[in-house]
């Protein structure tokens, strides 16, 4: 059975609808229509049935959607249904601080390992787990079962270890590391660049003041 | 002189290019064609001239683009050729994280306050400036001139304090917060959901694991 290939903008907005609709679910709501889920989420309404008619379209129309039942079954899309075994290569601020991240452990993503190139670090406890040294990553891969690494790391180390990671049947990589990693296709990499985030806002802060300024700006006609 | 709307996804995809074109630079390539950074950036060469001529194109192509002046233009574009003022509104870690970040201030990204709730910080030194309580901000914001106000809190201050924040004359807020920001038109926010990311690249991990099984999840058609 082949499934349908999902495009790129459907996959990115799954995570939003899960996040309304555990919302919905706190706030004990049964049902919603597409036309109120649209109205909450700020999307149209025939957005939100086209995207989920990629999955089959989750039930009723007119009677609405169950809460319950959709959070659920784009909580399983996403894979939420099982654990994830994470490790963090680098151990600073950010590493730090997506270690002691607890809403990521209540949806199965758990951390097994913490490793850094900082002597002072080791030992140090993040949610329980100490900080290895990074010579034993490789050797961590090879005895654990782990799913997802996390790069909190320079780029230049980033792009040395995930050579070796990739060697050692690593198969996804949550990279934070300023830099695109070249991987065999099998391999899924998912980048947060907040250096690129920062810049897009900024381009709309100066878009703004060129428009406030009626185009005065000659670098951009 | 009206300025040409430029779709998202183009303005996504500038600050990459910012950033290859910094690597070309940093190794001294003086002229690189629309093929050439196709093939480094692994886009077609069509893209980035299609990209380049939202902005005027950027010079000659039979000749290749000069990469000093690309950067220049697109960092002119980004708003970096003038510095931003930033506040950061959380002092845990990835508060801590994000002041930290040398590069931010290199690109002009400058860190002028940085408050928290917990008084066990105040008086903490990050990058010579000292976390202020909560309670400042406003006054800190009416006095001082803030481009950005960064928000590395849980989602309910998150969305408390945008509101006081945006009755001050706050225009843009770099959002990490779980949450999406109800603001006005003229206020900009982008968005940093990591859990939204983290999610991503489960769903990713999870089609494969399906595809692997040959449909064998039911959850899935």
């Given amino acids: 059975m082949e499934e349908k290939e999902i495009s790129q903008a459907v996959i990115g907005r799954l995570p939003r609808y899960y996040r309304y609709l555990g919302d919905l679910k706190a706030a004990h709501v049964e049902r919603i229509s597409s036309q109120e889920l649209s109205e909450l989420m700020n999307v149209t309404a ?6 989920f008619n990629n999955f089959g379209g989750f039930g009723q129309q007119g009677y609405g959607y169950n809460v319950d039942y959709l959070h659920e079954e784009i909580g399983k899309l996403l ?10 290569i680098g151990a600073g601020n950010l590493g730090q601080a ?6 990521f452990e209540k949806r199965g993503f758990i ?6 190139i900082n002597p002072a670090l080791y030992g140090k406890q993040l949610r329980g787990i100490q900080v290895k040294p990074m010579e034993e990553v490789i050797d961590f891969v090879d005895q654990n ?22 060697k050692h049947g690593v198969k996804a990589i949550w990279n934070f590391a300023h830099v695109d990693l070249d991987v065999p296709e ?13 810049m897009k806002l900024s381009y709309k802060i100066n878009r703004r003041k060129r428009e406030e300024n009626g185009g005065k700006n000659k670098s951009v006609r």
Avoid: C, M, W
């Fill in 111 to 116: 951390v097994k390992g913490i490793f850094d």
């Fill in 186 to 198: 099998d391999v899924i990499v998912e980048n947060v660049h907040l250096s690129d985030s920062l």
């Fill in 46 to 51: 025939s957005q939100i049935r086209q995207d």
């Fill in 98 to 103: 997506l270690a002691n991240y607890v809403n």
């Fill in 79 to 88: 894979g939420l249904n099982t654990d994830h075994h994470l490790i963090i």
């Fill in 145 to 166: 079962d782990i799913d997802i690494v996390v790069l909190t790391i320079p780029k230049n180390g980033a792009v040395d270890v995930t050579g070796q990671l990739v």
